[in-house]
């Protein structure tokens, strides 16, 4: 199976801030990639697939972007109700397999 | 509108089996695979497999082979995963999810079943 490192696991920032979390895949997966947010107690909402293109309806301060197998997800000025756990996804290959999760907390 | 709609919690003894439900509607049931993902306490997101509502097709992640079977059925827009000889590492909250295809992102994700195993 493609193995997903998620970084960093946590990270600490204020409103406002530019905040980056970063998925390395163990092989190629193309652009196949995907990022969701998770809420307490609620389900993953899918905010980017195939690596950049965004759902419709997520804010534009959120972006993807790829490099060889390095996916980063940005949010350009963090919210507040941007405070969440982001896990990444790849879909290059017959099992799909999730990355470890980054908590977003308030500084 | 689109939903994913599953059966309520469970609480199951350890060698138990358990079988969750998911209902689809607002769109066309076999145009979409289903996937089911689990989530233990406090940790990450896994992936279990995925049915193809419209050949009954099912792969598993090869950690679950031999522990769960996925089925459909397409009259009532219902998909099922069954969990067979529980253990107390099975205690989590189970998620089905569409997909548009085998291996796809997934947008439309249910609300989640709370599976406990305890003796």
């Known amino acids: 199976d493609i193995q997903m490192t998620q970084s960093p696991s946590t990270l600490s920032a204020s409103v406002g801030d530019r905040v980056t979390i970063t998925c390395r895949a163990s092989?190629?997966?193309?652009?196949?990639l995907a990022w969701y947010q998770q809420k307490p107690g609620k389900a993953p909402k899918l905010l980017i697939y195939k690596a950049s293109s965004l759902i419709s309806g997520v804010p534009s301060r959120f972006s993807g972007t790829e490099s060889g197998t390095e996916f980063t997800l940005t949010i350009s000025s963090l919210q507040p109700d941007d405070f969440a756990t982001y896990y990444c996804?790849?879909?290059?290959?017959?099992?799909?397999?999730f990355g470890g999760g980054t908590k977003v907390e308030i500084k | 509108q689109v939903q994913l709609v599953q059966s309520g919690a469970e609480v199951k003894k350890p060698g138990a089996s358990v079988k969750v439900s998911c209902k689809a509607s607002g769109y066309t049931f076999t145009g979409y695979y289903i996937h089911w993902v689990r989530q233990a306490p406090g940790q990450g997101l896994e992936w279990m497999g995925r049915?193809?509502?419209?050949?009954?097709?099912?792969k598993y992640a090869q950690k679950f082979q031999g522990k769960v079977t996925m089925t459909r059925d397409t009259s009532i827009t219902t998909a099922y995963m069954e969990l067979s000889r529980l253990r107390s590492d099975d205690t989590a909250v189970y998620y089905c999810a569409r997909g548009p295809d085998s291996s796809s992102s997934m947008d439309v994700w249910g609300q989640g079943t709370t599976v406990t195993v305890s003796s």
């Open positions: 996804q790849q879909y290059g290959s017959s099992s799909v397999t």
């Open positions: 049915v193809n509502p419209n050949s009954g097709d099912r």
């Open positions: 092989q190629s997966i193309s652009s196949w």
